[in-house]
């Protein structure tokens, strides 16, 4: 059974950091490309970052860029997204997705591109 599972998730005051995980199991992260995408209450859901199998590309949002880094190690089976500098309208389920690495880099921010989805985590940025 192929499975992602995200965590770290959590309410933090804006201005805050939180360290997300995305780890893999049954099988090898280093052929995939992953991407973390969040929806919050009424909105629909949007791609947040993505990056190659080896970790040599990378891609944010216009949102969040500057404030979150996408890193890998694939030698753990796990993705991390680093958040930083959090706002309220960072509030939302956070989830990791995995396409393998044939796929086209350019379309990772397309929720459409993925296969396999974890089950989210919460983010909370607010007093």
């Known amino acids: 059974q192929l499975q992602l599972v995200e965590s770290g998730g959590g309410l933090v005051q804006p201005g805050g950091s939180l360290r997300l995980s995305c780890a893999a199991s049954?099988?090898?992260?280093?052929?995939?490309?992953i991407g973390w995408f969040r929806q919050a209450p009424g909105k629909e859901r949007e791609g947040v970052s993505c990056?190659?199998?080896?970790?040599?590309?990378?891609n944010y949002a216009d949102s969040v860029k500057g404030r979150f880094t996408i890193s890998r190690d694939n030698a753990k089976n796990t993705v991390y997204l680093q958040m930083n500098s959090l706002k309220p309208e960072d509030t939302a389920v956070y989830y990791c997705a995995s396409t393998p690495r044939g796929s086209m880099f350019r379309l990772c921010e397309l929720s459409e591109t993925y296969d396999y989805w974890g089950q989210g985590t919460q983010v909370t940025g607010s007093s």
């Open positions: 990056i190659s199998s080896s970790g040599g590309s990378t």
């Open positions: 049954g099988f090898t992260l280093d052929y995939y490309i």
